[in-house]
């Protein structure tokens, strides 16, 4: 059965990188020794090393370990036998470039729904959509498609961010940029704020944390949905 | 001889549409009667008629006309007759796509150096810089390449935003997203802050604007360089 938890951040503010999170990952991974973690979106540009070891610290409080995909001779034998998956945030394009490039962006998708445990945070949540295409980072790569593994049936904006009352900026805010997306695009896109993130069990895919999200339709007004609401329809 | 402009933004706070520009704008198409606009960036999803409609009423208190490529049948043609270019902002992955589909990426740059003036704001400032991964937009369409322009030997950055110290948001900063840029390549960028601009007049490249930039170098701090700076060498 499906088992997954889809972040928009890894890390709340004042708190430890992945505190907030950890009575999840303890139940989440329960049937798990190890977990597969995929460092590939290496934010701020750390080593594959540096960032497993960030993470081995964080999963240690849930008393779980953690080994980086980068340590395996054969990335998708590391997928097909892990016990539980963590993929960690940073740079999507990256990700989603190193996923391609080591074959194993489908078998993620058969290991999931075939009942291996999925965490990801930002990035490792954006990629669990139709397509990257609503992803807030930089294109530092080219990567040979913009097409996800689809988890679920729409597309997911991490660290959504509300449009500032007060800001004298006048680059897009995030809001105008999902209206550009549905320009062109037609899947749903839910603004996942930090705090907040998807639950997948089985078939059924819910809205948890404290706070709501904001879900932009095309050719619709955006609005907001509370925690607990229920998103198995939603395409 | 060359002659740009290649401004961070179209638009200040508590000002019109490309206001702060006008005297720049009636300096630079000085020999021109009708300038093209490039509208492909549709900034919000706006259509090309009303951007184009938009961008004449500004550019009519400098005295000027635009025409809209869309309403020519050769955009090739419309870009080598040009007595003047100007790319308007708005998603800088839908510009690269529809400049490549049109296939006048190259000949931009072409009659550029020959002695076109053009004038380029936000995304249109960044298909000047040798790739458009250093943009802030989302990637709504998948262009066949990020390689753009390359008027100036280095990246631009638009819209340049300080990290704000009290933001409890823990998405990534701009200054982070460049650092991650520069994990994997290797030329300069310069963040231009809302108000700056760039100016080419023949082989010279200037900051210009009443703020600093910050510049950006692999394997180097940051720091800020004035407004009157000689980037002719920057590479």
Redesign the interface.
């Known amino acids: 059965m499906t088992k997954a938890i889809l972040a928009s951040?890894?890390?709340?503010?004042?708190q430890d990188y992945l505190e907030y999170l950890i009575p999840h990952i303890k139940e989440l991974y329960k049937n798990a020794e190890e977990v597969l973690f995929i460092p590939y979106a290496?934010?701020?540009?750390i080593s594959l090393d540096e960032y497993t070891a960030k993470a081995n610290e964080a999963f240690a409080k849930a008393g779980l370990k953690l080994k980086g995909i980068h340590e395996f001779r054969d990335p998708a034998k590391a997928v097909e036998n892990a016990e539980g998956i963590f993929t960690g945030g940073?740079?999507t394009?990256?990700l989603v470039s190193e996923l391609y490039r080591n074959k194993i962006m489908n078998l993620i998708k058969t290991v999931v729904l075939d009942g291996t445990p999925y965490m990801g945070t930002?990035a490792g949540t954006n990629i669990t959509g139709l397509t990257?295409?609503?992803?807030?980072?930089?294109?530092?790569?080219?990567p040979p498609?913009?097409k996800t593994i689809g988890l679920v049936p729409f597309n997911i904006n991490?660290?959504y961010?509300d449009p500032d009352p007060n800001s004298?900026?006048?680059?897009?805010t995030r809001e105008?940029?999902?209206?550009?997306?549905?320009?062109?695009?037609s899947q749903p896109v839910i603004g996942l704020r930090?705090g907040s993130w998807i639950e997948l069990v089985g078939n059924k895919i819910t809205l948890k944390g404290n706070l709501p999200a904001r879900l932009f339709e095309k050719d619709k007004l955006p609005y907001e949905i509370e925690s607990g609401t229920d998103l198995t329809d939603l395409n």
């Open positions: 951040t890894s890390t709340l503010h004042n290496r934010p701020g540009g940073g740079n394009f990256l930002s990257m295409q609503t992803t807030n980072d930089m294109p530092i790569i080219y498609s913009f991490p660290h961010l004298e900026h006048k680059g897009e105008t940029r999902i209206k550009e997306f549905h320009g062109l695009n930090e």
